[in-house]
């Protein structure tokens, strides 16, 4: 008879759980969360709830609506319950009680989830990876990760995030605002948890020890970063060129390389890094004493390293050799960087026309081919590079400088690469071969133009007229034809030409000076081509041939003459 006393006061029962209610809206509100239902959605974000209220209040984090104030201390939230919760902190109540290990909690369902790290008990698993956790919010943070969700936007940059939390610390980098001060210190952090963390330096406490070697860690993230070196696990993977990585922070600078992004940036010289360290170390350049001073060329270094490695430059020192095709090196990085050719990979791709390169600096300056960038000017004569090194090579033009010098012929060179390529000359060294013909050639670069004749590739084109070029120099005099420049002028008669070359050649004819000898007869002239032509005299070679008649001829000219 009583029980029924209970049975009218409460008549809807749930039939999954036989969970009672007093009225019908608590009893269907209920049977969603066994049902899964939610009917109520958000019109912002899409979000669904099973009870309206729970939408009303999560309508708040968009509209940033914090109608329940603190009276301590001014703090605001959209939540009557926080509100409730956050007394606690000045009040210094906490009620509930663990009975495994007595830590207090201001709520119940502080003190429910806590409870599961004695119990083991973790009830609320993804559906998508079957990873558990202890309570539901851990859960929900989680699926975001699957669903890529970043509900909490920063006002100040779009920046979104997947907790709101994380949102609040980030805000901090836009505020300056750092609350958690260390005692000893007082260093000063935007989250309590780098204050923790911080901490443990003065205590000297490394409380999350390696199982394999029993090195401690201040942070678990910390220790998890270190237990890759033993398992061998590299989880975050280059999606440009699949090279792996153990941290993801390596992962983001790697990236770089790749996308041509250098944040850091040297406000002595414009240089620029992918990390902080790397400008921190160039910027001793600036500021260190430089004690050691080269012999040759003047050129002075902070560090003894730096000089003996620049003295190869001038010795011709090459002590790192290729065990493919027994080239040699001055320096072991640059070997490094050759073995890539035998490799065959081209990690470094354009995004605009997939053309791929071996260094990230050449996908730079490739770059600017499409950007027409060029932001390095000269303060002389106003010509405009697309990288600093150019820059510098041009400086050198007007301050006379050439501390570079060949010691078979004292010919002098403004950059160390220019006085290598002409040693080839001495050497009669022509390291690079086309695959396709045989001949060789002194330096990459020739090669690569000289592939450009078995191909028919022409990238460079003239937007004037369309006409295209294998060369980027020769677009750049193409270009003259259109704008009438002709910026090399002769000295002695006023005379100017669109290209230096036909500026020294045009000085000969002042000087009188023949300098290309026949070796066969000795006779001088003024230009190379010219010698050349001259040679097929002694040689018999005549390379053009009539279409009509087959009779061959030295000149091309001589063919269009009859």
């Keep these: 008879m009583h029980l029924k006393l209970h049975a009218r006061n409460t008549p809807y029962q749930c039939s999954q759980c036989n969970k009672t209610f ?17 009917p109520f959605q958000c019109s912002i974000c899409d979000k669904a709830f099973s009870p309206n209220n729970i939408l009303k209040n999560h309508i708040r984090v968009h509209t940033g609506e914090r109608p329940y104030k603190c009276s301590q201390c001014e703090r605001a939230y959209s939540h009557d319950i926080n509100l409730k919760r956050h007394m606690m902190i000045h009040t210094g109540e906490r009620p509930y009680k663990c009975n495994q290990c007595g830590k207090v909690f201001i709520c119940n369902s502080g003190l429910m ?6 119990t083991g008990e973790r009830p609320y698993g993804c559906s998508q990876c079957g990873k558990a956790f202890s309570c539901r919010s851990g859960l929900i943070k989680h699926i975001r990760i699957h669903t890529g969700e970043k509900p909490f936007r920063c006002s100040q940059c779009e920046k979104a995030f997947s907790e709101y939390r994380t949102l609040k610390t980030h805000i901090r980098t836009h505020t300056g605002e750092r609350p958690y001060k260390c005692s000893q210190c ?62 993801s922070k390596n992962l983001k600078v790697h990236l770089m390389k790749h996308t041509g992004v250098s944040p850091f940036q040297c406000n002595q010289c414009d240089k620029a890094f992918t990390v902080n360290n790397e400008l921190n170390r160039h910027m001793t350049i600036h500021t260190e004493k430089k004690e050691h001073q080269c012999s040759q060329c003047d050129k002075a270094f902070s560090r003894k390293s730096n000089l003996t490695s620049h003295m190869k430059i001038h010795t011709g020192e090459r002590p790192y050799k290729c065990k493919q095709c027994d080239k040699t090196f001055s320096h072991h990085s640059v070997l490094k960087s050759h073995m890539k050719i035998h490799t065959g990979k081209r990690p470094y791709q354009c995004n605009q026309c997939d053309k791929t390169f071996l260094f990230n600096g050449r996908l730079v300056s490739h770059m600017t081919i499409h950007t027409g ?3 390095f000017k000269c303060s002389h004569c106003d010509k405009s590079f697309s990288n600093s090194s150019n820059l510098k090579g041009h400086m050198k033009m007007h301050a006379g400088e050439r501390p570079y010098q060949c010691s078979q012929c004292n010919k002098a060179f403004t950059a160390g690469s220019a006085l290598i390529k002409h040693m080839r000359i001495h050497t009669e060294e022509k390291p690079y071969q086309c695959s396709d013909c045989n001949e060789a050639f002194l330096d990459n670069s020739t090669l690569k133009v000289h592939i450009r004749k078995h191909t028919q590739e022409r990238p460079y084109q003239c937007s004037k007229c369309n006409k295209a070029f294998a060369v980027n120099s020769t677009l750049t005099v193409h270009l003259r034809t259109h704008t009438g420049e002709r910026p090399y002028q002769c000295g002695q008669c006023d005379r100017t030409f669109s290209q230096n070359g036909h ?60």
């Design 113 to 118: 989830s806590h409870m599961r790290i004695h």
């Design 22 to 38: 007093k009225c019908k809206s608590d009893h269907l509100s209920h049977m969603r969360k066994h049902t899964g239902e939610r």
């Design 373 to 375: 960038e060029k932001l």
């Design 503 to 562: 500026l020294k050649s045009h000085m000969l004819t002042h000087t009188g000076e023949k300098p290309y000898q026949c070796s066969q007869c000795n006779k001088s002239f003024l230009r190379n081509s010219v010698l050349k032509m001259h040679m097929r005299i002694h040689t018999g070679e005549r390379p053009y041939q009539c279409s009509y008649c087959n009779k061959e001829f030295i000149r091309n000219r001589l063919i269009e003459s009859f």
């Design 186 to 247: 007082g260093k000063a952090f935007s989250h309590n948890i780098g204050l923790i963390c911080h901490t443990r330096i003065h205590t000297g406490e490394k409380p999350y020890q390696c199982s394999q070697c029993d090195k401690g860690f201040v942070n678990n993230t910390n220790l998890i970063r270190h237990m890759r070196i033993h398992s061998g696990e590299k989880p975050y993977k280059c999606s440009y060129c699949d090279k792996l990585f153990s941290d």
